[in-house]
């Protein structure tokens, strides 16, 4: 069954560039992101692993943990790498997944149970469906999946906007409407009764009786985030 919204993200140990990890125990009391990649030596995942490289700071600041996954050998991203800093300006600056035995993919339901043989052997459209964003919370639930197609490059800006609506409507009885960016009005969550929301808020600007719209609460820095 595919992975969806309030799962459980499986656990599993692994070899990553950063050495063998357990990941439950490696996201620790943070959040984390898990992006995969069908292929080392790929020219969309090239910039996207360049550009994480690049806006790592923005994911430490909110307590995010980045990791990588891609269907191959940890000596394969080695070399990767230094092409991803020559070309992209950046090297990974984060642990990435040696996936090779495909069994964090098969575990996440990005690639069918039966896949076995040499990694190596593979092409990229083999692995097409191995282009899963995770976000997952400290709780270790599963808080949100994108898939991308090969051709589109991921926009990773959406996903820390995503995290920041996360973590505000974890902390708050809110919720995000469309488009919303961090310091925006927000919508006092449906779950919540007008008495309550009193106590909470105040007074709200009414539109409709579903919709009772205030300014943002004030967002706490996540425990271990810079100031």
């Known amino acids: 069954m595919p992975l969806t919204i309030g799962d459980t993200a499986p656990d599993f140990r692994a070899k990553t560039t950063e050495g063998e990890i357990s990941f439950h125990e490696w996201i620790g009391d943070s ?11 790929t020219p969309v995942c090239t910039t996207e692993l360049g550009y994480m490289a690049k806006i790592k700071p923005e994911f430490d600041r909110r307590n995010v943990k980045i990791i990588g996954l891609s269907v191959d050998s940890t000596a394969d991203h080695e070399g990767w790498a230094r092409d991803i800093e020559e070309t992209q300006g950046a090297a990974p600056n984060y642990p990435i997944i040696g996936d090779d035995d495909f069994t964090v993919s098969k575990l996440y339901g990005m690639l069918p149970a039966e896949v076995s043989g040499d990694a190596r052997s593979r092409t990229p459209a083999d692995n097409q469906t191995v282009r899963n964003v995770f976000v997952i ?91």
């Open 137 to 227: 919370g400290p709780d270790k639930k599963i808080k949100l999946v994108m898939v991308y197609p090969m051709t589109t490059g991921r926009n990773f800006d959406e996903v820390l906007r995503v995290i920041d609506s996360l973590q505000l409507t974890a902390e708050h009885k809110v919720s995000t409407p469309v488009n919303w960016r961090p310091g925006e009005d927000v919508i006092i969550a449906g779950s919540v009764s007008n008495e309550e929301a009193r106590e909470l808020f105040g007074s709200w600007e009414e539109p409709k009786p579903y919709i009772r719209i205030v300014p943002q609460p004030r967002k706490e820095a996540p425990a271990g985030s810079a100031a």
């Open 31 to 41: 959040w984390a992101v898990l992006f995969s990649h069908p292929k080392d030596f």
